[in-house]
Each structure stands twice: as structure tokens, then as C-alpha cells.
């Protein structure tokens, strides 16, 4: 390794997860090599917009950027809605949130959404059981311009601490309403394979019988994560007490906090899947998130 790109190397970490605002409006990414899915933010909401009638599909907040107003929606099963004719103390279904769009250039688990919605819909016993809330784009400005950022140049993704942006105020918002059993956040990386960070919450057995879920999907599972860091289970980096130190420390001298520490913290399972945003491929890189999602809902 050279000095110029040990130091590229550096200046990007201290990018990503140093620094909560790093540019001061949404600014596109060209550093780590993402293919653009070809994402269109207005046909996108009508998409899910017309899942209305399966699924309650509403508005959970509007951020306005350059006189625009771009809407996160909140998608939610209408499990929460039916009524229960078992007996007077029936047993809670499980609760499951699905974060999507959380970088904005991370179009894959966007793209996974409406077939998601399309696989519940189609299995009336699973859309019985499970109640399901889904907020995509969690950072809809950011998918609009092919960001990592929101409107104002934030990493949502770091912002679970002070709260500043009105997107991770919209997602505590649903975390406190919905209550969830299990959250699920859908991202992608630039390692080659796919792989996902579990937190302290999930159980090993679990993480297991998922892998083994997203593999019989197709997808290649990473032997590192993007950090290069080998894995003790391919495709699985889960939350040892080195990292669970680092993650603590992280958010209290530098105030940054993600959305799967932010669930460790309340004892919510959260897994975040990163599959690689390399890939040209739509069904390569959108089909781990579809069978994860699905997966879960299955499993619990």
C-alpha cells in the first residue's frame, strides 16, 4: 500500500464514520464505485402507493429540498388493522420494521420494497400473522440525487444520538409506535458478495437459518465484510464485545449512533444487510433483501 492511498483510505473512513455532516448538501458518490439502479423517486412512491388496499401505505413525513417536497412513506401490513376473533387475550403478533433508502445511493433495498409487499400479499397466512411497517426512502432526498446524504449533507445513518435531521426524528417516531419484535435495514456496500451485521439481540441459530435463506436465493455470501475484515460465519459479522466497546465509544465522544446500535440499546434484534452495490445485475443485487425481509417474517 502506498502513502497516497493509505491516506485515501483514511480520509474516506474519516468520511463515513467520523463525521456526521460531511458536505453541505446531498452530494453524489463517485469515490467507491456504485452502479446506479436507474432509481425514479416519483414513480417509485405511485408504485407503492398502489399496494393501497393490502397494505395501508401513508405519508410519515415530507423534507422539503430546492422548493421540492419528497415524501418518506409509511407502509404497514393490515395485520395491525384486523380484527381478532380468537380468544379475549390472543397472542401479540410478532412486529417487524424494515428501513429502506437509509443512504440515499443504496438503491437496491428500495428497489426491494414492492416485491417484498408483492411476496406478503400473495401469502394470506404470513399477512395474517405478522404485523409489517415498512419507511421508504427513510432519506428520500438522498435517493432522489443519488446520495449518501440527506437535503442538508447528514449521514441519517449517524444521526441517532442528537436527532437532527427530520428523518431520524421519523424513524424513533415509528420505533416508539410500532414496538418492534425485529427491524430489519436494508443497505448495500462496496465488497463484492453480501453479508449482514447483526447487533447483540439477534440469536446465532437465527443469523444461521437466514443465511442459509438469502444463499438458497442465489446470492454469493462474503467471506469479509467491507472493512476487510474476515467472517466467522460467511455472509454474518455479528456484534462481538470488541465491536459492541467501539460502538459505545463511537456514539459518546462523537455523538453518532446507527440504526442497529440504536436498536441494541432498546434490546431489539436488528440485522443490516449490505449487499454489493457493484453489481449490475437488478436481480443480483435486489433479490438478498427480498429473501431476508421474507425470511424473517417466516422465521419469527
Request: net charge neutral; hydrophobic share 45%; charged share 25%.
Amino acid at each position: 500500500m502506498t502513502l497516497a492511498s493509505l491516506r485515501r483510505d483514511l480520509s474516506l473512513f474519516a468520511k463515513y464514520h467520523l463525521v456526521r455532516r460531511s458536505v453541505r448538501y446531498p452530494a453524489r458518490e463517485v469515490e467507491l464505485g456504485v452502479v446506479s439502479l436507474g432509481f425514479d423517486p416519483r414513480s417509485y412512491v405511485q408504485t407503492l402507493r398502489d399496494y393501497e388496499g393490502p397494505f395501508s401505505v401513508s405519508t410519515l413525513a415530507e423534507v422539503r429540498f430546492e422548493g421540492e417536497r419528497f415524501p418518506m412513506l409509511f407502509i404497514r401490513s393490515r395485520a395491525w388493522d384486523a380484527p381478532d376473533s380468537r380468544p379475549r387475550t390472543p397472542p401479540r403478533r410478532p412486529r417487524v420494521v424494515v428501513l429502506a433508502g437509509v443512504h440515499g445511493n443504496e438503491h437496491a433495498g428500495l428497489l426491494a420494497v414492492p416485491r417484498i409487499l408483492e411476496r406478503v400479499a400473495a401469502d394470506a397466512e404470513l399477512a395474517a400473522r405478522v404485523d409489517l411497517t415498512i419507511v421508504t426512502p427513510v432519506n428520500p432526498v438522498g435517493a432522489a440525487h443519488l446520495s449518501r446524504y440527506n437535503g442538508e449533507g447528514y449521514d441519517i445513518n449517524r444521526d441517532f444520538v442528537r436527532f437532527d435531521t427530520v428523518e431520524a426524528r421519523a424513524v424513533r417516531r415509528v420505533m416508539a409506535q410500532a414496538r418492534p419484535d425485529f427491524v430489519v435495514s436494508l443497505h448495500e456496500g462496496p465488497q463484492d458478495a453480501t453479508f449482514f451485521f447483526s447487533n447483540r439481540h439477534v440469536a446465532p441459530a437465527l443469523a444461521s437459518r437466514l443465511l442459509a435463506r438469502v444463499e438458497a436465493g442465489g446470492a454469493t455470501l462474503a467471506a469479509h465484510d467491507y472493512f476487510g475484515r474476515a467472517l466467522p460465519e460467511p455472509g454474518h459479522a455479528p456484534m462481538d464485545s470488541a465491536t459492541y466497546a467501539l460502538t459505545w465509544l463511537w456514539s459518546r465522544t462523537l455523538g453518532m449512533m446507527p440504526t442497529g446500535f440504536y436498536a441494541d440499546q432498546r434490546a431489539i434484534p436488528e440485522l443490516t444487510l449490505e449487499s454489493s452495490w457493484r453489481a449490475t445485475s437488478l436481480d443480483a443485487r435486489v433479490g438478498p433483501h427480498v429473501d431476508l425481509v421474507c425470511g424473517v417474517l417466516a422465521e419469527l
